[in-house]
């Protein structure tokens, strides 16, 4: 940052403007015309400020916009409690704390049913301890009088976590042979609702991770299946990326690579107009009925390398064998997929209007959200379901085929076993535990 006269106080045009800010004085008066230590105050000054701006853009960036929004309902709800009962919100005592505490635990709908969760309470405690960090006041929410009172309300409330009942492979079958594919427009809103069940199945994705998906984050490889970039996720807030790998299923109605490229060549045939799209539809086979789109391993076969190995010791294909017939390895090395040309900004999925109108619009993760419960409801599954059951029914269900906490990990991308041992607790308790051992 340059300090001489006349140099230019706004930031490097490489670093971008901060929204809403502008590095020029504002102070009315023409720099040319002020003494020399005025105008080189003067910018010093703008430039200060900006940066400062700039600073407060940062911070701000460092919390999900979700979060940022849940904060400030939450902050606004406390300020306006401690507004009517006459006590300062910012900084604001232990005691004001525990006294909001017991208000909300105190409040009742008209049918007597408690209106704030133990678990609104603690994100609400978080948005207070949140203002008061951004403040630069100590928070009164980590004294030890304010978490006595939460977990009192917890241990009165005897209060259970309502999850979402997992969606597992069998229930997906059941949704998926329930789409209505090759049907106008109802096979539209399948082909994108069953790519969007078999991603948030297979990668074990959560609902805001796919809504951000661009057609640039999916790319097919030859051994793999389809390759998933995430580049931000709940749990990676500074943008670290992760990839999700969604491997070539055995039956065409649940491979996820098949379901992802059936729903691009559907996107591909919109820009041409709605009877393109139409006869794009319509020409999808039943879920029954479907086939693999193009020639892929056999995900029975073992790992890429064991296929890479066995067809190096095999050498050539079978007489007359192509594509899927030819030996694993081999298929592997020379897949391509038939892509369509699409923008790779664009998003993956996206909203349908009545009557089969594609839009440019993503699907938000609440979108996502009412899909899965809407589509559940349809199959007749007991519910309550809803975007977390895929999640979840990936746990479940490769925990009841004996996959072990490490390798569900990895494509959950959870921190630690806690969680996943809190699925076998609610959903698989027979994975691990010695009642299976007593001979009974």
């Not at 948030?200 to 793999?224: K, M, N, Q, Y």
């Not at 693999?292 to 064998?321: E, I, K, Q, Y």
């Not at 925990?399 to 072990?404: E, K, P, S, T, V």
């Amino acid at each position: 940052m340059s300090m001489e006269k006349g140099a230019d106080a706004r930031p490097d045009a490489d670093q971008g403007p901060v929204a809403g800010v502008s590095a020029e004085p504002r102070a009315g008066l023409d720099a040319a015309v002020l003494p020399d230590g005025v105008a080189a105050a003067a910018a010093r000054a703008a430039s200060l400020a900006a940066l400062a701006a700039r600073a407060d853009a940062h911070a701000t960036a460092a919390r999900a916009p979700r979060t940022r929004a849940a904060y400030a309902g939450d902050w606004a709800h406390f300020s306006r409690w401690c507004a009517a009962a006459g006590l300062p919100a910012l900084p604001a005592a232990v005691d004001t704390v525990r006294l909001y505490l017991a208000d909300l635990e105190a409040t009742r709908s008209s049918t007597g049913q408690a209106v704030f969760s133990p678990a609104t309470m603690g994100r609400r405690l978080a948005a207070i301890a949140a203002a008061h960090h951004d403040a630069g006041h100590p928070s009164p929410t980590r004294d030890p009088a304010v978490g006595a009172v939460l977990t009192g309300i917890k241990r009165t409330r005897a209060h259970s976590t309502h999850q979402m009942r997992p969606l597992l492979l069998e229930d997906l079958r059941t949704v998926l042979a329930d789409m209505g594919f090759g049907t106008w427009p109802a096979g539209l809103i399948g082909a994108r609702d069953a790519a969007a069940l078999l991603i948030g199945f297979t990668g074990a994705l959560r609902r805001g991770e796919l809504a951000a998906l661009t057609v640039a984050d999916v790319s097919f490889h030859p051994a793999d299946g389809l390759h998933v970039h995430i580049a931000r996720s709940k749990t990676d807030q500074t943008g670290r990326g992760a990839t999700v790998v969604l491997p070539y299923g055995a039956r065409a109605g649940t491979c996820p690579p098949c379901a992802v490229l059936r729903w691009m060549g559907l996107l591909a045939a919109a820009p041409h107009g709605r009877p393109a799209s139409i006869r794009a539809v319509l020409a999808t086979p039943s879920w029954t009925s479907l086939d693999h789109l193009f020639p892929h391993p056999d995900p029975t076969d073992g790992s890429a390398h064991d296929r890479d190995d066995r067809a190096d010791d095999v050498g050539a294909s079978s007489p007359g064998g192509t594509g899927a017939a030819e030996s694993p390895g081999r298929a592997a090395r020379s897949f391509r997929a038939p892509l369509p040309a699409l923008a790779g900004h664009t998003p993956l999925l996206r909203a349908i209007r009545r009557g089969g109108t594609l839009t440019d619009t993503p699907m938000t993760g609440d979108a996502l959200h009412a899909m899965v419960r809407r589509r559940a409801d349809a199959a007749g599954l007991p519910g309550p379901m809803g975007f977390h059951s895929l999640r979840a029914g990936f746990v479940t269900t490769a925990r009841r085929n004996g996959a072990d906490h490490g390798s569900v990990r990895r494509q959950t991308r959870h921190s630690s076993d806690a969680m996943i041992e809190t699925y076998d607790r609610d959903q698989a308790p027979l994975v691990g535990n010695a009642v299976t051992r007593l001979g009974l």
